[in-house]
């Protein structure tokens, strides 16, 4: 093995370094090292345990006392550790806390024990699935359940986050490598196909009452109708981001259990409960074959991961909700069902952007209520809770 070195302004060589988790250092004692080496840094990076067949071979680790391989990188494990060599020449190690120093920017602001609770259900692998779950995966949160059904397609990339060497893989399968490409110390369960399919065992396994949250991201009434009731099964909480046409606007609904809270059936499922204006813009989603135009509706991604962001930071203030020592950022400020706009030019949102008044416009102010046709717990939550009051 050799390798091109980084040289200083004076053309000689800048020093070798090792990235390498303090687990790995001082705990690896053979085996082999895995990972990649930057020739404009002079910095070998050895990926964790979790991904480590992603990177390249490196070396084998030698036992204590031998010599280093005057051919390349070697790794000897000394009993206070591992220590590396370029040939004869020993290589300085930079060691840290993985999981610490990857949250480490969130400190002060999410407290990382607490979301390394916490689970995402994500119903939805697509451009707004993946986003949620990559961002949640930065935020800290420890366990996911994707679901999806599809294969990632050369058509995805523009607004999915993930890329070629992706594609011809299950969504589920690729984003799962992302996830772990920013913890690699995540737990993620895959199912490769539609939420009313899923395996009862990976839910149970998986959802913890209040640390969980189930995120609807499949741009379908339906699925979220009946994700919203399996959420209220595992007492947990339920989000879901929708678009309209060409992602010139979005809505957002959350349900959280045992408040009273009207379920996402009641509110939208039936058209129950909300405003004549509002539910006249729901045509879009009034049957499976606008269901079907609206999945192969063209839209833009920055149009896309605007709204989603807002469902995010809902995301984060319910995981939160219990903690007090985090500040939420929307909740409480945003009704359960919140409308946003990416623009309020009727070129591209026609003549219904009319509801809003200015681009980037977040609605605070529309409520939903019980709807007649939900046979869900949510109607029983509430009936049980006046008949408490009584
Ligand atoms: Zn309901």
């Known amino acids: 093995m050799d390798i091109k070195r980084p040289k200083n302004f004076f053309g000689e060589d800048i020093p070798l370094t090792v990235f390498i988790s303090e687990e790995q250092l001082k705990g690896k004692k053979e085996g082999s090292l895995f990972g990649r080496y930057f020739e404009d840094t002079g910095i070998f990076n050895v990926f964790p345990e979790e991904i480590k067949e992603r990177g390249n071979y490196l070396c084998d680790i030698q036992p204590a ?24 020449e020993p290589v300085q190690a930079e060691s840290y806390g993985l999981y610490q120093s990857i949250f480490s920017r969130n400190k002060g602001i999410l407290e990382t024990d607490v979301m390394n609770r916490k689970c995402a259900v994500i119903l939805g692998c697509g451009s707004v699935g993946s986003l949620v779950a990559m961002e949640l995966a930065r935020s800290g949160v420890g366990h996911f359940v994707l679901c999806d059904a599809d294969t990632l397609e050369y058509h995805n990339l523009c607004r999915h986050q993930c890329g070629i060497e992706d594609v011809g893989d ?18 993620v369960r895959t199912f490769g196909g539609i939420i009313q399919n899923i395996n009862k065992e990976i839910l149970d396994e998986m959802c913890r009452p209040g640390e969980t949250i189930f995120v609807g991201c499949a741009d379908n009434r339906t ?14 909480a339920f989000l879901s981001i929708g678009f309209w046409e060409r992602a010139y606007a979005g809505e957002i609904f959350y349900h959280i259990p045992n408040r009273g809270m009207p379920c996402y059936e009641c509110a939208l499922g039936d058209g129950g409960g909300m405003s004549g204006r509002v539910e006249a813009n729901h045509h879009v989603y009034s ?26 930071k809902l995301i984060i203030d319910i995981l939160n909700e219990s903690n007090e020592d985090y500040t939420p950022r929307l909740l409480g400020h945003l009704k359960q069902y919140t409308l946003v706009c990416n623009t309020s030019d009727p070129k591209i949102g026609g003549e219904m952007v009319e509801i809003f008044s200015y681009p980037l416009q977040v609605t605070t102010s529309l409520v939903v209520g019980f709807g007649s046709g939900c046979d869900g717990k949510c109607r029983y939550e509430k009936e049980t809770e006046a008949q408490a009051a009584e």
Do not use: C, H
């Open 287 to 312: 049957n499976q074959e606008n269901l079907e135009a609206v999945r192969f509706e063209p839209g833009i991604s920055v149009d896309i991961n605007f709204i989603t962001s807002i469902g995010i």
């Open 223 to 236: 699925a979220d109708v009946y994700s919203n009731k399996v959420a209220v099964y595992y007492g947990a």
């Open 65 to 88: 006392g031998s010599a280093p391989d005057p051919e390349g990188f070697s790794a000897i494990a000394e009993a206070d550790g591992l220590r590396f060599f370029w040939k004869t």
């Open 170 to 187: 299950l969504k589920v399968n690729a984003l799962k490598r992302k996830l772990m490409n920013i913890n690699p110390s995540v737990e």
